[in-house]
């Protein structure tokens, strides 16, 4: 059976982020807006095979609904782009970025982050995104491969990890990580 993807924003965790990076605070409720309107879009797809696609390829079944908290972008000083745990998503940027950082926190998800245990020369980020990586090529579509390397040029490590998988294939590397 297909878990359930929710998409949410929260106030209380888009402020506590603003209070913990020490900035002025935002307008929420056109942060609300920005994020509602994203999830308008979202919640128009077809839901939802994006657990069961991910599924398919790792054999691992997702355990339990997911609510990804969508925000427009985060305050100054924080730079992650988005975590999985709990899974938060920036939302201010093309709607396809948004899909697949959303595919990307799945996988992070189902492998309950698990990690490559080869490639020990190469960083922690580049060792942590070979397997997403590898798993995302078999999930996406030509177009978000090519969008997915775009959006990771700009980053050494997860640039390495898209380099590192299209050298070495993305069905070896993942029939060696679950073998
Ligand atoms: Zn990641």
């Known amino acids: 059976m297909a878990i359930n993807i929710e998409v949410k924003y929260s106030k209380i965790l888009d402020k506590l982020l603003y209070l913990v990076s020490n900035v002025n605070e935002p307008d929420y409720n056109e942060r609300k807006k920005i994020c509602s309107d994203v999830m308008t879009k979202f919640n128009k797809l077809e839901k939802n095979n994006f657990s069961e696609k991910i599924e398919s390829i ?45 595919m990307h926190e799945l996988v992070h998800i189902n492998l309950n982050n698990k990690s490559i245990k080869d490639f020990p020369e ?58």
Request: aromatic fraction near 12%; hydrophobic fraction near 40%; charged fraction near 30%.
């Open 58 to 102: 790792t054999k691992i079944k997702f355990t339990k609904d997911i609510i990804f908290y969508f925000i427009p972008g985060w305050p100054k000083n924080i730079r992650f782009t988005a975590i999985s745990d709990p899974p938060i998503i920036t939302v201010q940027r093309p709607f396809k970025e948004v899909i697949n950082l959303m």
């Open 122 to 179: 190469e960083s922690k980020i580049t060792r942590r995104h070979i397997i997403v990586h590898a798993i995302l090529k078999e999930v996406y579509n030509q177009d978000q491969y090519l969008l997915d390397k775009k959006m990771c040029a700009q980053d050494n490590g997860f640039k390495k990890a898209w380099e590192i998988v299209d050298k070495i294939g993305s069905k070896k590397i993942i029939s060696d990580f679950f073998n």
